[in-house]
């Protein structure tokens, strides 16, 4: 379909984008890989769309004192083959190869597919993974906030209105720890029915540290701290795995029923938690 | 054979036009002043249109009509593109007081844009009377279900208190005695889902009226004839008055075996004497066109102890939606297209087709033999398994044979008797051969099993049949004139819907002639310039419109071969064409070429070299086919990969033999769907719940398996240059092959469409629990 008409402004510069976007009636667009789907689909028919896409120096991505700095509209393809995401944060770039194909990939972007918050989106449970923070923008404001506090419910995340992702923050991963990112994509739009981001520490044999992130799932991701706990406390795979959709609330669709579901979820987890356990070292 | 057109692999004749992107398909013409048509759907499954008021509708600028059942004619009539009589009923009507399901025609209007229309549906205001629903086919039946066809004028309705559409039952020999005849009888039920075509090119139309004021109508059609002759009787006005022109087609599988939008936009276009158009969008293509007729399967076999079936009986309950559409055809093929796999004496098909408030059913790839192949070739595995025998020998111990009659058709014909099919080619056993060499059955029927690991290996198989064109009913007929150049102009009312007829047709007339490819101009499927055909469908076109191309040819050859004899002053007996020339078969060698033959008719002779011929067939030679697929399972999660599908098919000769091997090729990318992963879900409101390639799966490119397509040739007496048919054949093992393979590789039976990894988990826990994975990852 035709989307409702809009208007539109591509902002050349962020004060520009933060001044016209600061009466809250309008909708922030970067790769426009969800709300132009949205739009055409009649689900979404906002007065106003603002592009960030003509925003100098919003898609660079940068280190610095142990953590890599991404902007907003960096696309999914820039963090899969950028050499310092690779280097520092490969979990990520593992994770960005995993959305969509090339073409959304070389559209979609980092910042755009967050404040979409899909509840099926593959970035999240990364994010959650590596303890990584977004910083959020207005035009008279700069606030950043843990990942785990920005994903709230479906489509719904912590940026308020007159707000724009910025960036997003990532701690750098050890060399020697292992990651993985493991995802059942639905057969048809290849979002995630069900996504698990492991990472793993090992000293002398043993677990030290654990993070797992967990996206499709249920409402919104969400860390498994009790699976994390048990790994750390010298448990096996299987044991923590089992644990890991504990307490949380799970999602059923035509795909998927929620108990098939919370049986992917430990399958997935499982696999991730291997291989990652194998790359540690 | 010794051919230089035929059986070669030529390009399509229609080829540099669709690559180049050339004004091809119906959508590729912008005409003055064209209007965009747009249907309003109902939102109820059942209900009674009390009040519809349009006035705020017509009132908005740009709209230019607005159409309820007030403003039109009521003709009972099926959608059905087929041969008058159509064997539906005439349950139909271009728009109606009463609506049946979510999405039937309620209003239509035609606006200066799309944007226009859209909002002109929004101001039509209607109150809806809610009736109760029956959405199961199961309790369509029932007493006291609410009855979906209680309108008095519609008729050929097989049962309408009971929402029954249509009902069959045929035997041969008898069955009771066969089973008692049997060492073992054995019964299960198997259940198929509602698949939806998804063709590249949704069902669009464009209608206006020309400087005589006749209706022409531009639309993508498998049945240009049909349509033209129920537009006329729907709408009243002589067939006369009336032109259908089908351009290039993007694909049409059954689906556009039907008039579905050609009435009401022709309507719209005589209401507002301007061009309309009106193109379905793909939600509207999912619930508002046509889908596979679900089916419920109960399949019966009484075989002896040494594997000899002796008796088969299939009852089929299927639901046709709210319309009847093709509902006793499609069933009717269920039993008569998939019982005389078998040699059995003893043969029986039961069938109720009910509507229910749901999608309307169609034709579709396959055409009921899909349903009923899943059963049989699931049943047959299953049975040779019980036995210890391999599959592979139980179908060379009881398939079909060459010299066999086929008594069941002879019963179950296009809605009525039929006539007894004769086999006189048979590649099925070589399709079997070279289907397990390309597998390598052998060996993987032994070693499968045994691997290690959570992800099970295992072969599967099935043997399948189909039809080439209806016997006594599909007809066809070709013109062909020649030009100053030594071409010909071919006309033929044939369909091409992307399949590539007007390429095979052209090869036969090429053939025939004696000249190259180049040389044959073809049109084809305008009902104004192209001579009567039945359409495309049921494999009918490449043995009946090439059956009526080759006799046209072998006519104007002859004419040839007379201007020819006086140029070269030999009786004609010693004359053949090949080569753009014609030639004495005696020497001395002498030839003109075909131009200097033109020029001489032409122009000498006062001669117009041209005549035509009308085909048909008393029997409808079946292609036969052996699907063999290794598949994966991933015992933790349930998903099934399917990683090698073997197709080996008998075409007859195939004209084209790359164009042959992408039919097939498509066949079962549209059979792992209906396998694996297509189904169009409806609530328990009747609202479709999947009607977009985001939620319903399709296989596309990336998604495919290794594929092995081959062609096991025959001569086919029937045929044209000993051609069959191929298009839908491939389709139908796909599915019993896929679950056969499921059955070696973890043990387990699965015997509902499609097989979803959900699904295949539960059974596999059910049957299986050894399979379970360690305790911490069972389901709770």
């Keep these: 379909m035709i989307p409702q008409n809009f208007e539109y402004s591509a902002p050349a510069t962020l004060q520009e984008a933060l001044q016209l976007i600061s009466g809250g009636e309008c909708k922030v667009m970067a790769g426009g890989m969800s709300l132009i789907p949205l739009m055409k689909l009649r689900l979404a028919a906002p007065e106003h769309v603002v592009d960030l896409g003509r925003v100098p120096g919003l898609n660079s991505i940068s280190e610095s004192g142990g953590v890599v700095c991404i902007g907003a509209t960096a696309t999914h393809h820039d963090i899969e083959s950028s050499p310092v995401i690779r280097g520092r944060v490969p979990l990520l770039a593992e994770a960005a190869s995993h959305i969509g194909d090339v073409q959304v990939r070389n559209r979609g972007t980092l910042g755009g597919s967050i404040a979409h918050a899909d509840p099926a989106a593959d970035y999240p449970a990364s994010l959650l993974a590596l303890e990584a923070k977004v910083r959020l923008v207005s035009a008279n404001s700069d606030r950043t906030v843990e990942a785990a506090d920005f994903f709230l419910d479906p489509f719904t995340t912590a940026v308020e209105s007159g707000e724009i992702v910025l960036e997003v923050l990532v701690p750098i991963e050890e060399p020697r720890e292992g990651y993985r990112y493991e995802k059942v994509p639905h057969p048809a739009s290849g979002f995630a029915v069900v996504g698990v981001a492991a990472r793993i520490k090992k000293a002398g044999g043993k677990t030290t540290l654990a993070r797992i992130g967990v996206t499709g799932t249920g409402p919104r991701a969400f860390r498994a701290l009790a699976a994390e706990k048990l790994l750390e406390s010298g448990a096996d795979v299987a044991t923590a795995a089992a644990a890991v959709a504990e307490g949380q609330e799970t999602n059923a669709d035509l795909y998927a029923s929620a108990e098939y579901r919370r049986h992917l979820t430990r399958v997935w987890a499982a696999r991730a938690l291997t291989l990652a356990l194998s790359r540690a070292s | ?780």
């Design chain 2, 1 to 780: 054979m010794n051919t230089t057109v035929v059986g070669k692999n030529l390009r399509k004749v229609d080829g540099f036009k669709l690559v180049t992107g050339g004004a091809a398909f119906t959508d590729d013409v912008l005409l003055p002043g064209m209007l965009y048509g747009k249907i309003l759907p109902s939102p109820y499954a059942h209900a009674r249109i009390k009040r519809i008021d349009t006035s705020k509708a017509k009132a908005l600028p740009g709209v230019h009509a607005v159409l309820t059942y007030k403003d039109v004619p009521r003709v009972p009539h099926t959608t059905a593109g087929q041969a008058w009589p159509e064997p539906s009923p005439y349950d139909t009507y271009l728009l109606d007081s009463k609506v049946r399901f979510v999405g039937d025609r309620v209003a239509a209007v035609a606006a200066e844009s799309r944007a226009l229309a859209e909002q002109a549906l929004r101001l039509i205001d209607v109150d809806y009377e809610v009736l109760p629903a029956v959405l199961d086919m199961e309790a369509a039946m029932d007493a006291g279900a609410p009855v979906i066809h209680d309108e008095p004028d519609s008729t050929k309705i097989f049962d309408r208190e009971h929402n029954i559409a249509a009902h069959i039952r045929r035997e041969i020999g008898n069955v009771d005695d066969g089973f008692r005849e049997a060492d073992f009888i054995f019964e299960r039920e198997y259940r198929t889902q509602r698949q939806q075509h998804c063709m590249l090119e949704p069902h669009v139309t464009i209608c206006w009226l020309d400087g005589d004021g006749r209706l022409m109508i531009r639309t993508s059609t498998q049945v240009p004839y049909h349509c033209r002759r129920q537009v006329a009787m729907i709408l009243q006005i002589p067939v006369s008055r009336v032109r259908v022109i089908k351009p290039r087609i993007g694909g049409g599988f059954g689906g556009k075996q039907e008039m579905l939008l050609e009435d009401i936009c022709s309507a719209l276009a005589l209401a507002t004497r301007r061009p309309v158009k009106i193109e379905y969008t793909r939600e509207e293509e999912f619930y508002m066109a046509r889908s596979r007729h679900p089916q419920i399967l109960r399949m019966k076999m009484g075989v002896k102890r040494d594997g000899t079936v002796v008796a088969s009986h299939l009852q089929v309950l299927a639901t046709t939606g709210a319309y009847g559409s093709h509902a006793s055809t499609v069933q009717g093929n269920t039993g008569s297209k998939v019982l005389p796999l078998y040699r059995a004496p003893h043969l029986r098909f039961e069938c109720d087709v009910v509507y229910t408030n749901t999608p309307v059913a169609g034709a579709f790839r396959g055409y009921g033999c899909p349903q009923g192949f899943f059963a049989q070739e699931s049943l047959a595995d299953e049975i040779a398994y019980k036995l210890g025998m391999d599959p592979v020998e139980f179908h060379r111990k009881n398939a079909i044979r060459l010299g066999d009659v086929d008594k069941l058709s002879a019963q179950l014909g296009e809605g009525k008797e039929g006539l007894p099919r004769v086999i006189r080619s048979c590649g099925l056993p070589e399709c079997v051969k070279r289907g397990a060499a390309a597998i390598d059955w052998d060996r993987k029927r032994q070693s499968l099993p045994a691997r290690a690991g959570f992800v099970k290996h295992g072969v599967g198989m099935s043997c399948t049949m189909q039809g080439s064109g209806i016997a006594g009913i599909d007809w066809a007929a070709s013109f062909l004139k020649m030009n100053e150049d030594g071409s010909f102009f071919l006309q033929v009312g044939a369909s091409d819907v992307g399949a590539g007829a007007d390429t095979v047709l052209a090869q036969i007339a090429a053939e025939t002639l004696g000249v190259s490819l180049g040389k044959i101009i073809v049109t084809s499927g305008d009902t104004d310039f192209t001579p009567f055909d039945t359409g495309a469908y049921a494999s009918s076109t490449t043995i009946i419109s090439g059956g009526a191309v080759k006799k046209a040819a072998e006519k104007v050859r002859a004419q040839v071969l007379g201007v020819a004899a006086k140029m070269l002053a030999v009786p004609v007996e010693n004359l053949a064409c090949a080569k753009d020339e014609v030639f004495t078969t005696t020497k001395p060698r002498k030839s003109v070429s075909m131009a200097e033959v033109a020029l001489q008719a032409l122009y000498q002779e006062k001669l117009q070299i041209m005549d035509g011929a009308s085909h048909y067939n008393t029997d409808s030679p079946p292609p036969f086919c052996a699907t063999f697929a290794e598949v994966a399972v991933d015992t933790q999660t349930g998903r099934v990969r399917v990683v090698h599908l073997a197709t080996a098919v008998d075409p007859g000769v195939a004209i084209n033999p790359m164009q042959a091997e992408g039919q097939v090729e498509g066949a079962v990318t549209q059979g792992l769907g209906f396998a694996l992963s297509e189904e169009l879900m409806l609530n328990h409101t009747g609202w479709p719940m999947n009607p977009n390639f985001l939620d319903y799966k399709i296989f596309s490119a990336k998604d495919m398996p290794k594929l092995t397509t081959i062609l096991v040739e025959t001569e086919e007496p029937l045929g044209p240059y000993g051609a069959k048919s191929v298009s839908e054949v491939p389709i139908n093992g796909v599915a019993p092959a896929i679950a056969n393979a499921i059955f070696h590789a973890v043990g387990v039976r699965i015997r509902k469409l499609p097989i979803r990894p959900e699904d295949m988990l539960r059974a596999l826990y059910e049957q299986q629990p050894e399979l379970k994975p360690e305790e911490a990852l069972v389901t709770q």
